[in-house]
């Protein structure tokens, strides 16, 4: 059975920079989609970046756009965010996702059938 495993969370200033690392362990992540969510205290989950493994198409919430960066390491089994830049509101716990259900698009929590367990990030000013 797959099971997601985020790391690379943690606690830096306004401005820096950190990577989260999100292992598929047991399995693969597949070919349907994938993304990165977070969810910050009293707030709904939201997308992150989405991509669709098929043509690498990818989509990123505006408020991150040019700042964080998803990549793929296949020998390693393991996606990437690259968040550069960090603000005070990126403060979150951020999830990775993996599924493909019909009629919600990559930016929808609903399309998402599989959940890593959330990794902390925290950004101070």
């Known amino acids: 059975q797959v099971q997601l495993v985020e790391s690379g969370g943690g606690s830096v200033q306004a401005g820096d920079s950190l990577r989260l690392s999100c292992v598929a362990s047991?399995?693969?992540?597949?070919?349907?989609?994938m993304g990165w969510f977070r969810q910050a205290p009293g707030k709904e989950r939201e997308l992150v970046v989405g991509i669709s493994w098929i043509g690498f198409t990818t989509i990123y919430a505006d408020s991150v756009k040019g700042r964080f960066t998803i990549s793929n390491d296949t020998a390693k089994n393991t996606v990437y965010l690259q968040m550069n830049n960090l603000k005070p509101e990126d403060t979150a716990v951020y999830y990775c996702?993996?599924?493909?259900?019909?009629?919600?698009?990559?930016?929808?929590?609903?399309?998402?059938?599989?959940w890593g367990q959330g990794t902390q990030v925290t950004v101070s000013s």
């Open positions: 047991g399995g693969t992540f597949g070919n349907v989609g």
């Open positions: 996702a993996v599924g493909g259900r019909r009629g919600y698009d990559l930016g929808s929590v609903g399309r998402y059938n599989l």
